[in-house]
């Protein structure tokens, strides 16, 4: 078990999970003309996925500082890593395909999130 690793990935997880909750307003003002409908939809789903990566982080955090051995926390940890890389899959196949460059940063930072728990737990 390498404690640094998986605080690392609750960092790099959470801060990105942040960035995306900070950036929500200018995304949304980034559309033309959005019908408020689709104005509320994009603004929803921007902060679904900051609450998201953030409750991520805080899952991972949380079991490694009370028990990061137990069998629970294992099952944190591969529940988080593999959402982690589905988040990283559909970012790939969406958002990586967006002109705009931290659109493009997503699935890379979702993978090594990832690989940081997978290193810190199982290697």
């Not at 988040?87 to 890379?108: Q, W």
Request: glycine share 8%.
């Amino acid at each position: 078990m390498n404690l640094p690793l998986l605080y690392a990935a609750s960092g790099l997880t959470g801060l990105w999970g942040i960035a995306h909750l900070f950036a929500t307003g200018e995304v949304v003002a980034g559309f033309s003309d959005p019908t408020p409908d689709n104005r509320h939809i994009i603004t929803m789903e921007w902060i679904v996925e900051g609450v998201a990566l953030v409750s991520l982080a805080a899952f991972v955090l949380v079991a490694t500082l009370i028990e990061p051995q137990s069998a629970l926390a294992s099952a944190v940890f591969a529940v988080a890593a593999g959402t982690l890389l589905v988040l990283a899959l559909v970012s790939l196949f969406t958002g990586f395909r967006v002109g705009f460059f931290p659109y493009k940063l997503c699935p890379f930072i979702f993978v090594v999130s990832a690989a940081l728990i997978v290193w810190g737990v199982w290697w």
